[in-house]
């Protein structure tokens, strides 16, 4: 394991480089390249539902909704705790630059629903009141494309995901209304609402206010 291999040239090793050796180890027992790994997955993930997210934890947990496979997401997200927990977390940039990360990575049509719906959750409670949450994190024009990216056209607007996403886009929106000499927040203001009447426009594609190739599997 290279990471392995790194950490041994090291005099010694700090608490970062023990986190990314654990994260490396795990990632790799997670892979579940045969039926007998992928039991083990799962049960492994059940004990990490029971011990739960907390301020201390969730930025390596987190790692786990990159996970690929249904049945290992299914039963670390499964029964809700892990949803309920994550509502709980002190919101802070670490944890919010964790979601938009995680929604980069993640692919629309692929990744799993409950995983997507848990991550714009988090991010819709940071936002409702937008100027207050951009002082936690000051949001982007790239984080704002990891997130509209996952509204889907073919999906009405009662659909979960895409109405959560609306709702953030909504409130990112009223920083439009701002003092134009607040640049940073009108433009990102205008930006959101552009995307969010992407959704409902029936003239045009989601690629023509998301870039096409973080779509993917999206219209």
Partial sequence: MKL???????????????????????????ECP???????AIEFVKYLNFKGLDNENYSYLMEFFLHEKDEVIKAFLGDGKIFSSL???????????LCFRLLQRLTPGVAF???????????NSNYLDPVAGFEIFPLDVENLNSLARYLDKKKPQSNKINRIILDILADIGELSSRDQDERELFEIGLRANM????????RISMGEVVPGPLLVNNS
């Fill in 87 to 97: 509502k709980k977390l002190l919101k802070n940039d670490i944890l919010i630059g």
């Fill in 195 to 202: 995307m969010r009447n992407g959704y409902f426009d029936n």
């Fill in 113 to 123: 629903e409950d995983t997507i719906e848990t991550i714009v959750t988090i991010l």
């Fill in 34 to 40: 045969d039926e007998s790994s992928q039991k083990a």
């Fill in 4 to 30: 392995q291999s790194e950490l041994r040239t090291a005099d010694s090793w700090n608490n970062h480089q023990v986190d990314k050796l654990h994260a490396s180890i795990v990632a790799e027992f997670l």
